[in-house]
């Protein structure tokens, strides 16, 4: 920084260069010159040089530096009170994640127990409606198929006894009446 103080309007003005400034620093810096620091010396070149003027490096103040000092202890302190402030919540909201699931579990499980019968007499229930059901369905189906076989039986037989009757007048009109009105032929076994 003195060294840019004294050159620093020649390399600005384009009356000096790099080298000449890395040259001074080495020179004024002498034994304690180390080589990594090179690559910091010609950041700081080039910055003075973009802006003109020197970047300044000042030392704080004895105040200043306590003031920062008091101020950093206090964020410390802060610090250190909320987060066992947040380590004791956490610690609570643990105590009663804990009380909520693990504790009167055999409560919790005389509840479950009601609540599965329950289940379980209502699913009997139903189960049992619906046998009911099933089962007057299945009555209904088979009256309504016995109805149906029956009317068609009687229907056949109707038939039958009227194509029968309508053979028999055909037989006394050909033939004429029988004795017995009845049969034609003498019955081979007479009844009686």
């Known amino acids: 920084m003195g060294e840019w103080e004294v050159s620093g309007p020649l390399h600005v003005s384009g009356r000096s260069n790099l080298k000449a400034y890395e040259a001074s620093v ?23 040089r973009r802006t003109g ?23 410390d302190a802060i610090h250190h009170v909320r987060h066992r402030a947040a380590l004791d919540a956490a610690a609570e909201y643990g105590n009663i994640l804990e009380d909520l699931y693990h504790r009167n579990l ?16 209502r ?4 189960r049992s409606i619906r046998v009911k059901s099933t089962d007057m369905s299945m009555r209904r189906r088979e009256s309504q198929q016995r109805a149906r076989t029956l009317s068609l039986e009687a229907d056949c037989n109707r038939d039958q006894r009227l194509e029968l009757e309508e053979l ?13 009105s009845e049969h034609f032929f003498p019955l081979l076994h007479p009844r009686g």
């Not at 080495?26 to 003075?48: I, M, S, T």
């Not at 699913?123 to 139903?126: D, L, T």
């Not at 028999?168 to 017995?180: M, S, V, Y």
């Open 106 to 121: 055999s409560c919790r499980s005389e509840k479950m127990r009601g609540f599965n019968q329950i289940r379980q007499s």
């Open 168 to 180: 028999h007048r055909h037989l006394w009109d050909i033939c004429g009446c029988p004795a017995d």
């Open 123 to 126: 699913e009997s229930v139903c």
């Open 26 to 48: 080495k020179r004024r810096c002498g034994p304690a010159w180390q080589p990594h620091l090179l690559a910091l010396v010609r950041a700081y070149y080039f910055k003075a």
């Open 53 to 75: 003027s020197c970047p300044k490096f000042n030392r704080l103040a004895d105040a200043e530096s306590k003031h920062r000092a008091k101020t950093s202890k206090r964020a």
